[in-house]
């Protein structure tokens, strides 16, 4: 940063600050100055430090941005031994392999073993034919080759829009260009040899020449030289020529070099392919070139008259010189950066402060800013203020794109609402890089209004004018996103009742809604024990439908938007499918099998819901998705109750018996009810401490969000931490969880199935006058025979019940469930604890003190730990003391 960047920015500073009297600014300027960040000084060969600083040079020329950051970054680098080390063996080593692919490459393409000399007339006319091949003609193809590039591009994006280009004509006459022609004259007869000439005559003849030479025209003894590439011009002076008038000469020949510089640069980019910024800055370029034509034009008239000398010249062409100059650097770096839209406005502005002290200088930065900035203004203001992007040159730092709304209800991983709208880093004006994010969301804002049918137009809409202070930018951008966020959050909550949606929703997929479950698990329970292959969709809708409209859900305005979905894969591989987007596993997880077992309609049951635009902006795939794996999980656990509450049931018939072998029936009640326990308790986490806390929390987040974004956010922490905290974002807790289930599952079959094969319920059914007969309520007699037949029933069946062999292997089932059951559940709380500390997890801590209300399963667990420490560590000799009681365990009574 230079001494006067320093002294402004200080000054405006203070002035912002209204600070007034003190030591003034010299005392900052001085403290900034000394505790500036030194220089990085390393020992370099004038041969590298000189080529460094060529390339820097050219880069900072074509305004490339963090280029200072890289310099420092370069600069750390060579004080860290061990890198450049590296660095220089790995430069060795890619040095040596490009030298062998070139020798195998020489070898291969089997050069002459001798070559045949080339005489000096040869080497001249090839010297000739390579200069004629490096000029004009292969410099114009290359102009239109980039502009027909530019152009196809340009009409690939703006499909049905016909773009104004200019005639070909324009571009093949040459003599429209207003630059130098290779080989023309002001005259066609010979020019006398100036060395022959007087001084004074040799002064006039050079003074006429530079005045055709400052307009584009080769005189009789300076001529211009042919152009390769985009190099400044160069200029060929008659050696004969007076030294003395030599120097003068060669001073104002850069003005001519400059003029033609900028003559190319305003004819290049006035043509539409290179943007309409460009095309603003060439035609403000070109009204400064007229004041200099002016300039030149009244030279002629005193040089006919015999009143301009060559010292003249050089006095009344200084004031132009500098204007010319800056005019040329700047056409040079944009050229090189190949600038375009807010590339360019960046490069002037930064030139405009650099200028900072040389007011002349920033004056004229200043004005080509102001006018290249009207067309990029023109599409912000349109952006900002309605919502609408017009940039056909692709030079605004809103970049759209063809994007699909309808795939926001499809792909889980659309990103309609990031993708659809973008900013281009290139294209941000450096005076806009801070406010880029909200010039985005503003247009994003208005824009979804407008695709839903409202024409919107902020009503503090100001014409936006460049100025070198960045604060009235920000206060305009501002009160544009102010607008543009009430309109579209207004429109969502109360037009489209986002929040009412939401409760939908969760009255659905988060179980809120009790009768209706009640009533839906009731009707589908026959249909959803088939496999999944097995089950009618419409069958399921119809007692969908029925079940909403049995329910308190019939009052829901939104429960037709509720559908029935059957899922391809079981949780744990949703899951999975779902941690693996964006990773390297993604491809394995999408090609891989849903499952090797058939899914049942319990386990790949799921509810779908239909969003509209623009709600699904808010409720998308990703967040339905999100919602469906905890509807999935709770729906799982609540089956689950189920069946533990109908082996319940069963089980009190069971009770009446007098067995012999109760002990047996006794732990597999027992085993029942800690797992009716275990599932409860679960539940009772999920619903009462995960989801309600956590949706009041969305709830006023929601009242207090002043931007879409904040919408977003909120809506996507609450699904975050609800998927969390019912640990679904673990795959080892949901694999052991799961794990419990089946357990629980299989226990409950297990049951049932014993129960049928005793057939307990159907013969004691049987045996039971309810209602009596249809002569009337059952006789005295009646009832003893049916009391009689009991007992004869209840004897024969506890005698059936009671063989050996079946008492043993029921016993032995009911111990393995016991085990496995609790196995898994001393691992499921052991990670818990884990999780709970480690990784600050402190909602499973509920878990945990739910699921071990009396401390029974800490007991076992430090058990089992012990248990490993002894199997790890040696025997320690001594004295054993007697074993531990073994622990009760503390079940709810039943």
């Known amino acids: 940063m230079s001494e006067f960047r320093i002294h402004h920015d200080v000054n405006e500073l203070l002035s912002l600050l209204r600070v007034h009297g003190g030591d003034g600014a010299e005392v900052y300027i001085d403290l900034l100055q000394k505790n500036r960040t030194p220089y990085v000084t390393t020992t370099v060969s ?5 080529d460094f600083l060529k390339k820097y040079d050219e880069l900072k020329s074509k305004n490339t941005r963090n280029l200072d950051p890289l310099v420092y970054l370069l600069s750390k680098l060579t004080e860290d031994r061990e890198t450049l080390q590296y660095l220089q063996q790995n430069a060795k080593e890619r040095a040596e392999l490009a030298a062998s692919a070139a020798a195998s490459s020489t070898a291969s393409f089997g050069a002459p073993a001798t ?26 193809q290359s102009l239109e080759l980039t502009r027909k590039m530019l152009r196809d591009k340009q009409n690939k994006k703006n499909s049905g829009q016909r773009l104004p280009v200019f005639p070909a004509w324009v571009y093949e006459r040459p003599t429209l260009l207003g630059d130098f022609l290779t080989g023309s004259g002001t005259s066609t007869d010979a020019a006398v040899p100036i060395g022959t000439l007087p001084l004074a005559s040799q002064e006039a003849a050079i003074v006429e020449d530079l005045l055709y030479v400052l307009v584009g025209v080769d005189g009789r003894y300076i001529t211009a030289q042919p152009l390769t590439g985009r190099q400044s011009r160069t200029f060929l002076v008659d050696p004969n020529l007076d030294l003395s008038i030599r120097e003068l000469v060669s001073r104002i020949l850069p003005v001519a070099a400059s003029y033609s510089t900028v003559t190319r640069f305003i004819e290049e980019k006035s043509s539409f392919e290179y943007g309409q910024v460009n095309h603003a800055l060439a035609a403000a370029m070109r009204t400064l070139l007229k004041e200099y034509l002016i300039l030149v034009t009244q030279l002629e008239q005193l040089q006919r008259q015999g009143l301009l000398s060559l010292q003249k010249l050089w006095f009344y062409i200084q004031p132009a010189m500098r204007t010319v100059d800056i005019l040329a650097s700047l056409a040079t770096s944009v050229d090189k950066g190949e600038c375009v839209g807010g590339a360019t406005l960046s490069l002037l502005h930064d030139r405009s402060f650099s200028y900072t002290g040389d007011s002349q200088a920033q004056e004229l930065c200043l004005y080509l800013t102001t006018a290249a900035s009207v067309p990029y203004f023109e599409i912000l203001e349109k952006w900002i203020y309605r919502g609408i992007i017009d940039d056909p040159y692709s030079e605004f730092m809103v970049e759209e794109h063809e994007l699909r709304k309808e795939k926001i209800q499809e792909d889980y991983n659309d990103k309609y609402w990031e993708l659809r709208y973008t900013v281009v880093q290139r294209h941000i004006p450096s005076f806009l890089q801070k406010m880029a994010g909200k010039v985005l969301s503003t247009g994003k804002y208005l824009n979804v209004v407008r695709e839903c049918g409202h024409d919107v137009t902020c009503p ?37 009742e986002l929040v009412a949606h939401l409760r939908s929703i969760k009255r659905y997929f988060l179980m809120d809604q009790g009768d209706f479950f009640v009533h839906f698990m009731d009707l589908t329970e026959e249909e959803l024990k088939k496999p999944v292959d097995d089950i009618t969709p419409t069958r399921l809708e119809a007692l969908l439908e029925l079940a909403l409209r049995m329910s308190t859900a019939n009052t829901d305005p939104f429960k037709d938007d509720l559908k029935i979905d059957l899922m391809p894969h079981d949780l744990i591989t949703q899951l999975l499918r779902v941690l693996a987007i964006e990773t390297k596993q993604e491809k394995a997880m999408v090609h891989a099998d849903p499952t090797e077992l058939t899914l049942s309609g319990l386990e790949a049951f799921s509810f779908d819901y239909v969003v509209k635009w623009p709600l699904s902006l808010i409720i998308n795939r990703k967040a339905l998705t999100r919602y469906q794996m905890l509807f999935r999980h709770m729906f799982y656990c609540k089956h689950v109750e189920r069946q533990l509450c109908s082996v319940w049931i069963s089980n009190k018939t069971a009770k009446q018996h007098s067995l012999h072998s109760a002990k047996w029936f006794a732990g597999a009640f027992t ?15 999920m619903m009462l401490e995960v989801v309600e806390p956590t949706w009041h929390v969305l709830e006023k987040s929601l009242r207090s969000a002043s931007t879409i974004d904040d919408v977003l956010g909120h809506h996507a922490s609450f699904l975050d931490g609800c998927l969390k905290d019912c640990m679904l974002t673990n795959p080892e807790l949901l694999r052991v969880f799961s794990k419990l289930m089946s357990v629980c599952v299989m226990f ?5 199935r014993f129960t049928q094969s005793m057939k307990l319920d159907s013969e004691l059914g049987r045996l039971t006058l309810e209602h009596g007969t249809m002569q009337g309520p059952p006789t005295e007699a009646e009832r003893a025979e049916e009391r009689t037949r009991k007992e004869l029933a209840r004897k024969c069946l506890a005698e059936h019940v009671d063989a050996p062999q079946l008492a043993s292997s029921f ?35 509920s878990v945990i003190s739910r699921l071990d209300f009396n401390g029974f399963y800490t007991e076992r667990l430090e058990h089992l730990s012990a248990e490993r420490s002894q199997k790890v560590a040696p025997p320690v000799p001594g004295p054993r003391g007697p074993p531990a009681p073994a622990p009760r365990v503390a079940v709810p009574a039943q």
Request: charged letters at 25%; glycine letters at 4%.
């Open 46 to 50: 004038a041969h590298s430090a000189k």
């Open 115 to 140: 070559a045949s000399k080339i005489s000096m007339q040869e080497l001249e006319e090839l010297r000739k034919q390579l200069g004629n091949v490096a000029t004009g003609p292969t410099w114009q």
């Open 460 to 496: 503090a809409a100001k014409e936006v004018i460049y100025t070198l202070k960045e604060r009235a930018y920000v206060e305009q951008i501002e009160k544009a996103f102010g607008y543009a966020s009430k309109v579209l959050l207004g429109f969502l909550m109360e037009e489209k």
């Open 671 to 685: 085993l029942r009810q800690r797992m009716l326990n275990f599932v409860q308790n679960v539940q009772y986490y």
């Open 748 to 752: 409950t079959n297990c049951m049932q």
């Open 811 to 845: 016993e032995a089932t009911i111990n393995k469930f016991d085990k496995n059951f609790s196995a898994h559940l001393l691992d499921l709380l052991a990670r818990l604890s884990v999780y709970s500390t480690s990784d600050c997890e402190h909602g499973m801590a």
